[in-house]
Antibody, heavy 122, light 107 residues
């Protein structure tokens, strides 16, 4: 059974750093992309970026380039999303998702993690 | 950048009604379109990919169609468990774009 299990909720102060995780199981971690999606309170879904753990492909949405870092450790089948300096506007639910890839194209998100709620408040 | 729009933004219908949601891309995306369902407080769930291919386990009352720039998601007979927000997403570009969502509830 394919599963993506995310780290627990985090409460942080502005300016603090944070790294959240997404552990994949039940499939070959290195043959699918992992993507990160932001959902601000009461709002829609936004792609932040994707990573291919089996290679060097990392893509960021222009809105998030330079604001976050996406990484992965394939030996433990885990992807990460990190911030070096959080803002109140980073308060949101963050989902990871698995995406097949084909011929350089990242396809649909077929499995999702349960979400990690990040709250940034002074 | 490809922009995605959906209509309507909200929809209220009776149990058993046929419901159709429209998704439009700002440029042609071939058949590179997926639909997701998100119930309140839950993660999104893939319903349809490649415009019309039903994901495993999704009820057959869900149907996707269209091509180019105009796409539809149809629920043939609305059920109480279909109350959710529905998002389309193109994956023609390097990092796909979601539509703004359509919220469906029961009248």
């Amino acid at each position: 059974e394919v599963q993506l299990v995310q780290s627990g909720a985090a409460v942080k102060k502005p300016g603090e750093s944070l790294k959240i995780s997404c552990k994949g199981s039940g499939y070959s971690f290195t043959t699918f992309y992992i993507g990160w999606v932001r959902q601000m309170p009461g709002k829609g879904l936004e792609w932040m970026g994707v990573i291919y753990p089996g290679g060097s492909d990392i893509r960021y949405s222009p809105s998030f380039q330079g604001q976050v870092t996406i990484s992965a450790v394939k030996s433990i089948s885990t992807a990460y999303l990190q911030w070096s300096s959080l803002r109140a506007s980073d308060t949101a639910m963050y989902y990871c998702a698995r995406l097949p890839g084909r011929d350089g194209r990242v396809l649909w998100a077929d499995f999702w993690g349960q979400g990690t709620l990040v709250t940034v408040s002074s | 950048d490809i922009q995605m729009t959906q209509s309507p933004s909200t929809l209220s219908a009776s149990v058993g009604d046929r419901v159709t949601i429209t998704c439009r891309a700002s440029q042609g995306i071939s058949n590179y379109l997926a639909w997701y369902q998100q119930k309140p407080g839950k993660a999104p769930r893939l319903l349809i990919y490649a415009t019309s291919t039903l994901q495993s386990g999704v009820p057959s009352r869900f149907r996707g169609g269209g091509s180019g720039t105009d796409f539809t998601l149809t629920i043939s007979s609305l059920q109480p468990e279909d109350v959710a927000t529905y998002y389309c997403q193109e994956y023609n570009s390097a990092l796909g774009t979601f539509g703004p969502g359509t919220t469906v509830d029961i009248k």
